[in-house]
């Protein structure tokens, strides 16, 4: 037992001892190996939870997205608008496109707020569902997260604006969340904004449409020329 | 021996309450306290650490050189505090979210630091584990207690739980920024007159005589001084 | 959103609507510890906004060149080593070159490296965002912005409250609440009131 303390113990206190004598080198070596250490812990608790965490998060994702657009596939595509980038998820049902996905986040009270968007082929809203309003206060601003706010959404298009609780009248205003305004305001937003990119997204295929058109009509004359 | 190791234990939880008595990691005791829940998660997290970091700290203790002393306790508290970070996200992922940003920042916490540098540092494995263990049960109990109250006031309900919530409608200014400052306040003041009752000294200040920075801190406000009466 | 109007909100944001301490409770230490006189407290933030600065402008491009998407769980770490050595790198080159700003602001260096302010301006560049959205360039501009306002609210704060507590010197307080109870009420109307800018620029 003695004989075990001294060696993990005395053995490396003299070993250390030793090198202590050397100013530089001996903190740059001791914090080399504790930074050596620790990254590779940190390598392998990563190895082990990596997997989960993205499981969990796409779960979460393919879950609201199954809720919002019911389809068999989402394909991921990317678009460009205004210089920023957008990407979204084509919701397909038997090779037929039944709607876009979108996920945008806006700058809400706290921080940001993340919403995941349905819009219809015809640019109207399907549903709205909210991944992550962590960063507005409980009780208010994260009540937007709940259906009785988000369902004003459905079922229309065009451009929203968000109205003080109560005092929605026509179709395009919603009502914001009692004393969150801020908050609904950036959901709206996003849902605005979300509209807008489904619109270009339509533009561009119906345009890619008539250009391919031409183009296969080139071809066939090329080919009658030929011959 | 054993009831010194008890007292170094017990310490934590009332006599010397990181939050309370040392006035230690005020940043995630305002910021995470909107309900019991979150209280409870941040302060079994930051336990973890502490008590992780301590036992890592005094066992190396004789290795670390004095001059790279603090960013080696910092890197070691890193270290942790992003494994718990993984293992938090990996398996409860509903209270990542609740602390957000607040969870990596358990690094900076200055209960961790603190007891390294002036626990850690200075003792043997077993205090050390005690030491961690107790400042953290006495951490998690503040925050628990701070969340609850912000809860039952805020939002009418007590760990989730409907109490009040179907028939008062609840004051959210307590779930707010200010709410959290006003009940620590109420907090202090009312440890403070317990502590009085008992002939203990009272909290007036912030925890600068339990801080790992007090040097500078100090300094700092004593030549500022010295700077004005020299005009 | 215009990168224009982006700038002026994130400044809007940082100065009032989101205050790093009065509303996000980050550097709450040295905003109760050392805010007791107006001009402490004004040499005090300016160091912090001058390391958050340069935390930034160091630590961004190392997550968005080395560590994201794979290596982000190494963030923590990378962080903290990266401030620790910057605020020790500032102090050395401002004692060796710069001597009047070491005089004025050396000694709140220190602090600075545990102070969470700075580890949260620059982890809250990597979240608040959109790495998707924008170029690099774009990226970088924020987050400096971020930062400055960030700082700039830490300053608005403190100077702030310091003129409150000098008031508060004065005055006749319970027994019980003497000391660190009332700063905090106070510090509970302070934050109160900035809850008004709520809305601005957003």
Redesign the interface.
């Known amino acids: 037992m003695n004989k075990l303390k001294e060696i993990f113990k005395e053995y490396p206190a003299r070993f250390f001892n030793k090198f202590k004598g050397l100013s530089i080198v001996y903190p740059t070596v001791i914090m080399l190996l504790i930074c050596l250490v620790i990254t590779a812990a940190l390598a392998g608790t990563n190895a082990i939870t990596n997997k989960r965490i993205d499981t969990l998060a796409e779960q979460k994702e393919t879950k609201a997205m199954q809720r919002i657009i019911k389809a068999d596939s989402y394909d991921k595509e990317t678009t460009e608008l205004n210089g920023e980038k957008y990407d979204y998820f084509v919701a397909k049902e038997n090779n037929e496109v039944k709607g876009f996905i979108f996920k945008i986040s806006e700058k809400g009270y706290g921080g940001t707020v993340l919403a995941l968007i349905g819009v219809n082929v015809d640019n109207t809203v399907k549903a709205v569902e909210l991944l992550d309003v962590s960063t507005e206060t409980p009780g208010l601003g994260q009540n937007t997260a709940n259906k009785d706010f988000t369902k004003q959404f459905e079922n229309k298009g065009g451009e929203f604006t968000a109205v003080k609780y109560g005092t929605a009248t026509a179709d395009s205003q919603i009502n914001a969340v009692a004393s969150a305004t801020i908050t609904s305001k950036a959901v709206t937003k996003a849902v605005n904004e979300a509209i807008t990119v489904s619109e270009h997204i339509n533009n561009i295929s119906k345009n890619d449409e008539e250009t391919e058109e031409i183009e296969t009509g080139d071809i066939e004359t090329d080919i009658s020329e030929e011959n | 021996m054993k009831s010194k190791n008890l007292n170094v234990f017990t310490n934590g939880l009332l006599r010397e309450n990181p939050v309370l008595r040392l006035?230690l990691g005020?940043?995630?005791t305002?910021?995470v306290t909107?309900?019991a829940k979150n209280g409870i998660g941040m302060g079994i997290a930051a336990t973890i650490v502490l008590v992780c970091s301590n036992l890592v700290i005094s066992l190396l203790r004789?290795?670390?050189?004095d001059?790279?002393r603090?960013?080696?306790f910092?890197?070691?508290i890193?270290?942790f505090?992003?494994?718990v970070?993984?293992?938090v996200?990996?398996?409860t992922?509903a209270i990542d979210?609740?602390l957000?940003?607040y969870l990596?920042?358990i690094?900076?916490?200055?209960i961790i630091?603190a007891r390294a540098e002036m626990f850690a540092s200075k003792n043997s494995v077993l205090p050390s584990i005690l030491d961690g263990l107790g400042m953290g049960i006495g951490f998690t109990a503040v925050l628990t207690l701070m969340g609850a109250i912000r809860e039952f006031f805020?939002?009418g309900t007590i760990l989730g739980f409907a109490v009040t919530s179907k028939f008062i409608s609840?004051m959210?200014?307590f779930?707010?920024?200010?709410?959290?400052?006003?009940v620590?306040?109420?907090l202090?003041?009312l440890s403070?007159?317990l502590a009085?009752r008992k002939g203990k000294p009272?909290?007036?200040?912030?925890g600068?005589e339990n801080?790992?920075?007090k040097?500078?801190?100090d300094?700092?406000?004593e030549?500022?001084?010295n700077a004005?009466e020299a005009e | 959103m215009k990168t224009t109007t982006m700038i002026v909100s994130i400044l809007l944001a940082g100065l009032l609507t989101n205050n790093m301490v009065l509303s996000k409770f980050l550097g709450i230490c040295p905003f109760l510890g050392v805010s007791k006189k107006v001009n402490t407290a004004v040499s005090m933030s300016i160091a912090v906004t001058f390391v958050m600065i340069i935390a930034t402008a160091v630590t961004y491009p190392i997550y968005y060149y080395l560590l994201q998407p794979k290596y982000e769980y190494l963030e923590t770490v990378v962080f903290i080593l990266v401030i620790a050595a910057i605020v020790q790198f500032i102090e050395i080159f401002l004692k060796k070159y710069i001597k009047p700003i070491y005089n004025a602001l050396g000694i709140y260096l220190p602090l600075i490296t545990t102070n969470c302010a700075v580890l949260g301006i620059t982890m809250l560049n990597v979240t608040d965002f959109d790495i998707t959205k924008y170029s690099f360039g774009k990226l970088y501009l924020f987050s400096l912005t971020n930062a400055l306002s960030a700082g700039l609210g830490f300053m608005l704060a403190m100077v702030l409250f310091a003129g409150v507590r000098q008031r508060l010197e004065t005055a006749d307080i319970p027994e019980f609440m003497k000391g660190l109870p009332i700063t905090l009420v106070a510090a509970a109307l302070c934050s109160l009131s900035f809850l008004g800018f709520a809305g601005i620029g957003g």
């Open positions: 006035v005020t940043c995630p305002l910021a909107t309900a004789n290795v670390i050189p001059k790279v603090i960013p080696a910092i890197t070691i890193a270290g505090v992003s494994v970070q993984m293992l996200k990996a398996f992922p979210e609740a957000g940003i990596p920042l690094v900076v916490n200055c630091l805020g939002a609840p959210i200014i779930l707010l920024p200010p709410g959290g400052f006003f620590f306040g109420m202090v003041a403070n007159a009085k009272i909290v007036e200040k912030m600068c801080c790992p920075a040097d500078s801190c300094k700092s406000t030549s500022c001084e004005k």
